[in-house]
Nanobody
Framework: QVQLVESGGGLVQAGGSLRLSCAAS????????IGWFRQAPGKEREFVAR????????YNSGSAKGRFTISRDNAKSTVYLQVNSLEPEDTAVYYC????????????WGQGTQVTVSS
């Protein structure tokens, strides 16, 4: 079992930045890729970014647009998502997720953290 706890969301003005954190715990956590999805009001959840514990990263080129950076601190079992130049369209609940190796869909989900960007 894996537990994922997000933090760092909040209300920010357009053009601002936030750093979201995901604290991961559980057995064999180092074998999981960790990443982020988001869900805006009235829209489907979409993939944002992913990082393996070896450091390989993948981004949604559309939503990330070069403004998102995912990183991890293995010693703290924590994954970060730095989001810069925030836009109102980035308003969403951001979910931390974990993938089992070789499985396309995330296996574990956090509770989510709300990010609201005001114009």
């Amino acid at each position: 079992q894996v537990q994922l706890v997000e933090s760092g969301g909040g209300l920010v003005q357009a053009g601002g930045s936030l750093r979201l954190s995901c604290a991961a715990s559980g057995r064999s956590i180092s074998t999981y890729a960790i990443g982020w999805f988001r869900q805006a009001p009235g829209k489907e959840r979409e993939f944002v970014a992913r990082i393996s514990w070896s450091g390989s990263t993948t981004y949604n080129s559309g939503s990330a647009k070069g403004r998102f950076t995912i990183s991890r601190d293995n010693a703290k079992s924590t994954v970060y998502l730095q989001v810069n130049s925030l836009e109102p369209e980035d308003t969403a609940v951001y979910y931390c997720v974990a993938w089992i190796s070789g499985v396309a869909a995330p296996r574990y989900w956090g509770q989510g953290t709300q990010v609201t960007v005001s114009s």
